[in-house]
C-alpha cells in the first residue's frame, strides 16, 4: 500500500485553517478597538462551532461505518455473522445438516416465590430435565444456565406455563437430520460453530462464508448411492463379524466420491456420547496392507513398462524362492500362467517375478505417481499417510507387488485404482459436487492402451476368476480381490487367523474410455468365516457378494443400462476360483 507524503492535507483541511485563521484575526480585530465584549462572544461562538462541527464529525463516521463497512474490500459480501453455517446438502440438494434455532433455559432463583410449583411444572414439560440440575439452579444465588437445545415448540409450551423467573436465549444448534447416515463424511461441528470432522471440518471456512451467502454447501455424495452402500456394508459386517468395515463409491472420471461408510459408524447429532473406535472415519484416516488388490497396479506398471503384455508367460509350477524366502501360491496353479492367468488365479510367484523384472526403481516411481507414497488428495483433513518401504530392495518389491510391506488407506486406494481405469490419468478424490465443465483434467500416470487392457482383465478376473461373486446381472462388473495377512505384534509375525479381506470393482467395463465409469470398494478387516463361506474370510467370500450388490443397486441411480445378453445367471463360481492365491503363505514372512 502506497503511503501518504507527509504534506499530504485531507479535502476541507484548507478551508478550516483559513476559517481558525479569520476568527483569530478577529480577536485581534476586537482588542484593537476596545470592544471586549465582541471578543468574548466571538470565542464563544467559537467553541459552540468547534463543538458542534465535532458531534457532526463523528455522526458522520459512525454512519460510515454501520452502513458502508465492508464494500470495496473486494471479497464479494459480508463476513459470516457469529458462528452462522450453511446448510450441507448432497449433490441432488438432499439435507444433509442445518442450523436450527433452539433456545436456552434459565432460572432467576430470585424471581421465584413458589420453588415448589416450578420445580414439578417444568419437569412435566421437558422430559431430558434432571431433578437435581433444576434443584442446583432453584437453589442458587444468581441466575442459571439449565438446559440448552429446547426447540420452538418446547420453548412455547414453558413459555405458556407463565413461570416467574423462568426465561430463555435463543442459540443456533447444529442438527443432522439423517442421523448415521454418512456421518463419517458429514462429520460434526461444536457448539461454537467451529467444524471438527468430515465436511464440517473440511469445508470449515466455506460453510461461514455461504451462511453469509445464504447459499448451501453442496457435497458430492448421492444419498441413495450412500443408504444402498451402508445397508450392504452393514448386512455383510453383521455376518462377517469384523473389527471394522470400509466401503467407498466414487466416479473415476471426476474424482467425485459419491459414498463412504465406516463402520462401526455414530450419530453426529451425539458425536460427544460416542467412542474414538465408531468415530474413525475407516476410509480416509485407517490405513491397511491391501493384499491382493495391489496385484493390479503390479500388472498395469509390467503392462505401461513394456516388461510384459498379456501373453507374457511365468512358470508358477514351484514356490518361487527369493533370497531366504519362499514365495507361495495360495492354491498352487502349478503350471505356466499367462499374464492374464496370474490376475485370474492371483498368483503371487507369477507376480512377485513380474515385479522382479520391473524392477525396485520403476516399481517405486510408478507407486508414487499412483499417490499410493503419500497422503491421498482429497479435502478430508483425517486423510492418513501411508506407510512405505525404507529400501526398494527384491524383498520389498516382492512384498509390495502383492500387497504387503506397504500401508495405504482405502481413499487412496480408489484414487490410485480410478487412474488405472478411466484412461490413465490421476485425478485428485473430492467431498464437493463438480460443475461439468470443472472436469479435472488428471495426471498421465499410465498410457490409455494400458487402462483398456486392465478393464479388460478386472471383467475376466469377474467372469472367469476370483471376482466371481461380485457380479450382476446385465451389468459389466470387473474387480479384484484382495486378502492381506495382518501383521500381529504377538506373535512377531503375520496372522493367518487376521486378514484384511476387499474386492475393488470397477463398472461399467464395456463402453468407450471417456463413458462415465465408477469405482466400489468393500473392505473387511478381520472378518470371520461362516458355515456359508466354508470358514473362509478372504476377499472372494466375505467382500466381493456385497460388492457386486451395491452395484446392482446404485447402477439405476446413477444411469447405467443393463446389458440383456448379460441377464443370464452365470454358473456359481468355485471355492478354488473365490480364494486363488489371495493370502501368502505363513512361511512367506
Known amino acids: 500500500?502506497?503511503?501518504?507524503?507527509?504534506?499530504?492535507?485531507?479535502?476541507?483541511?484548507r478551508w478550516l485553517k483559513a476559517q481558525v485563521w479569520g476568527l483569530e484575526h478577529a480577536f485581534e480585530r476586537a482588542k484593537a478597538a476596545g470592544k471586549a465584549e465582541d471578543d468574548t462572544r466571538i470565542r464563544i461562538f467559537f467553541v459552540l462551532a468547534l463543538f458542534a462541527a465535532s458531534f457532526l464529525t463523528l455522526a458522520i463516521g459512525a454512519t460510515n461505518s454501520a452502513v458502508f463497512s465492508g464494500l470495496g474490500r473486494g471479497d464479494g459480501g459480508a463476513a459470516a455473522v457469529g458462528s452462522a453455517r450453511a446448510d450441507l446438502v448432497d449433490r441432488n440438494g438432499a439435507m444433509l445438516a442445518a442450523d436450527l434455532l433452539h433456545y436456552g433455559l434459565y432460572i432467576d432463583p430470585q424471581e421465584i416465590w413458589d420453588k415448589g410449583e416450578v420445580r414439578r411444572a417444568l419437569l412435566g414439560s421437558i422430559p431430558s430435565l434432571t431433578p437435581a440440575r433444576l434443584n442446583r439452579a432453584l437453589n442458587g444465588q444468581r441466575r442459571?444456565?439449565?438446559?440448552?437445545?429446547?426447540?420452538?415448540?418446547?420453548?412455547?409450551?414453558?413459555?405458556?406455563?407463565?413461570?416467574?423467573?423462568?426465561?430463555?436465549?435463543?442459540?443456533?444448534?447444529?442438527?443432522?437430520?439423517?442421523?448415521?447416515?454418512?456421518?463419517?463424511?458429514?462429520?460434526?461441528?461444536?457448539?461454537?460453530?467451529?467444524?471438527?470432522a468430515g465436511a464440517e471440518r473440511a469445508l470449515n471456512d466455506l460453510a461461514h462464508q455461504n451462511a453469509a451467502a445464504g447459499a448451501p454447501v453442496v457435497l458430492s455424495i448421492d444419498l441413495r448411492v450412500q443408504a444402498a452402500l451402508e445397508d450392504e456394508l452393514y448386512k455383510a459386517a453383521a455376518e462377517f463379524n469384523p473389527r471394522g468395515a470400509v466401503g467407498v463409491v466414487t466416479n473415476i472420471h471426476t474424482g467425485e466420491i459419491l459414498g463412504m461408510a465406516s463402520y462401526p459408524t455414530f450419530d453426529p447429532n451425539r458425536a460427544g456420547e460416542a467412542d474414538n473406535d465408531a468415530k474413525l472415519n475407516r476410509a480416509a484416516a485407517a490405513i491397511y496392507e491391501m493384499g491382493s488388490t495391489f496385484k493390479a497396479f503390479t500388472v498395469a506398471i509390467g503392462l505401461d513398462t513394456g516388461v510384459a503384455?498379456?501373453?507374457?508367460?511365468?512358470?508358477?509350477?514351484?514356490?518361487?524362492?527369493?533370497?531366504?524366502?519362499?514365495?507361495?501360491?495360495?492354491?498352487?496353479?502349478?503350471?505356466?500362467?499367462?499374464?492374464?492367468?496370474?490376475?485370474?488365479?492371483?498368483?503371487?510367484?507369477?507376480?512377485?517375478?513380474?515385479?522382479?523384472?520391473?524392477?525396485?526403481?520403476?516399481?517405486?516411481?510408478?507407486?508414487?505417481?499412483?499417490?499410493?507414497?503419500?497422503?491421498?488428495?482429497?479435502?478430508?483433513?483425517?486423510?492418513?499417510?501411508?506407510?512405505?518401504?525404507k529400501k526398494w530392495d527384491m524383498d520389498?518389491?516382492?512384498?509390495?507387488?502383492?500387497?504387503?510391506?506397504?500401508?495405504?488407506?482405502?481413499?487412496?486406494?480408489?484414487?490410485?485404482?480410478?487412474?488405472?481405469?478411466?484412461?490413465?490419468?490421476?485425478?485428485?478424490?473430492?467431498?464437493?459436487?463438480?460443475?461439468?465443465?470443472?472436469?479435472?483434467?488428471?495426471?498421465?500416470?499410465?498410457?490409455?492402451?494400458?487402462?483398456?487392457?486392465?478393464?479388460q482383465m478386472m471383467r475376466a478376473n469377474v467372469t472367469g476368476g476370483s471376482g466371481g461373486k461380485a457380479d450382476a446381472p446385465g451389468l459389466t462388473v470387473g474387480g479384484k480381490t484382495g486378502t492381506g495377512e495382518k501383521y500381529d505384534p504377538a506373535i512377531r509375525g503375520y496372522s493367518s487367523q487376521k486378514q484384511v479381506s476387499s474386492f475393488a470393482a470397477v463398472f461399467p467395463t464395456a463402453g468407450p474410455m471417456e463413458a462415465d465409469r465408477y469405482f466400489v470398494l468393500i473392505l473387511m478387516d478381520e472378518p470371520k468365516g461362516n458355515a456359508s463361506t466354508y470358514g473362509y474370510s478372504t476377499g472372494g467370500w466375505v467382500a466381493a457378494p456385497a460388492t457386486g450388490r451395491v452395484i446392482d443397486r446404485i447402477a439405476p441411480f446413477l444411469g447405467v443400462q443393463r446389458e440383456p445378453a448379460l441377464m443370464a445367471q452365470r454358473p456359481p463360481a468355485t471355492p478354488q476360483q473365490l480364494t486363488a492365491g489371495e493370502a501368502p503363505s505363513a512361511d512367506d514372512h
Open 309 to 389: 503384455d498379456v501373453s507374457t508367460t511365468f512358470d508358477a509350477r514351484h514356490p518361487y524362492q527369493l533370497g531366504y524366502r519362499t514365495i507361495k501360491d495360495y492354491h498352487a496353479a502349478q503350471k505356466v500362467l499367462t499374464l492374464v492367468e496370474v490376475f485370474q488365479h492371483s498368483s503371487n510367484i507369477g507376480t512377485a517375478k513380474l515385479a522382479e523384472s520391473i524392477g525396485g526403481p520403476r516399481l517405486s516411481k510408478y507407486f508414487d505417481r499412483l499417490g499410493l507414497t503419500r497422503t491421498a488428495v482429497v479435502e478430508l483433513k483425517e486423510s492418513a499417510r501411508p506407510l512405505t518401504p
Open 396 to 455: 520389498a518389491v516382492a512384498s509390495t507387488s502383492f500387497g504387503h510391506g506397504m500401508n495405504v488407506s482405502p481413499l487412496a486406494l480408489s484414487s490410485a485404482m480410478g487412474a488405472l481405469l478411466n484412461g490413465g490419468k490421476l485425478v485428485p478424490l473430492t467431498i464437493r459436487k463438480l460443475d461439468p465443465k470443472d472436469r479435472p483434467a488428471g495426471t498421465r500416470v499410465v498410457s490409455e492402451e494400458t487402462s483398456k487392457t486392465m478393464l
Open 144 to 196: 442459571t444456565f439449565v438446559l440448552g437445545g429446547l426447540t420452538p415448540e418446547s420453548r412455547a409450551r414453558v413459555h405458556a406455563l407463565g413461570l416467574p423467573g423462568v426465561t430463555f436465549e435463543r442459540e443456533e444448534r447444529r442438527v443432522y437430520p439423517l442421523g448415521r447416515t454418512a456421518a463419517h463424511l458429514i462429520g460434526f461441528a461444536d457448539t461454537g460453530g467451529v467444524g471438527l
Open 1 to 13: 500500500m502506497t503511503m501518504a507524503h507527509p504534506s499530504f492535507q485531507p479535502p476541507g483541511w
